[in-house]
């Protein structure tokens, strides 16, 4: 993750360690993305909680399908995005593939932050996926590979 997905990275889990279960889309600001069709991003936190090192969890934006790997299983489903930062994420699914305990929770909160996210912006070089209590930041893929490093497509 560079600096300022860490930094990101630690705002939201300073947003987010409020004891309502489920406080209001933090307000973060951005610009949305025209579109999000043919991207691949990198899970870099879900709710402030960092993914395994040694998992690559990722999400790409394909068509009309949200599709990935939460670190062990693959991830699918679909998605509108109004252009303007509005996103609905809508009949996620995954592989049911046992996993390391730690990244099985991973994959099962990313898994419902997907499913909660309703925004999308791009803050600094990453997109911020936003819902009812729920921050994914993720940062972007040299061609469209997760295991790369930065790249400036959004």
Known sequence: ?????????????????????????P???GVAPASLRGTTWRVAAVNGQLPNRAAIPFISFEGDLV???????????????DGAGGLD????????ILCEARVSEFEARLMSALDQASRAL???????????????????TV????????????
């Open 27 to 29: 307000s973060i600001e």
């Open 67 to 81: 599709q990935g790997n939460g670190g062990c299983n693959s991830v699918f489903g679909q998605y509108t995005y």
């Open 89 to 96: 994420i809508m009949e996620l699914g995954s592989t049911l």
């Open 122 to 140: 791009i803050v600094h070089d990453q997109l911020v996926l936003l819902g009812r209590g729920v921050v994914i930041v993720l940062d972007p």
């Open 1 to 25: 993750m560079t600096f300022r997905g860490g930094l990101v990275a630690a705002t939201m889990a300073v947003m987010l360690g409020c004891s309502d279960p489920a406080p209001p889309a």
């Open 143 to 154: 061609g469209g590979h997760p295991g790369g490093g930065p790249a400036s497509s959004a």
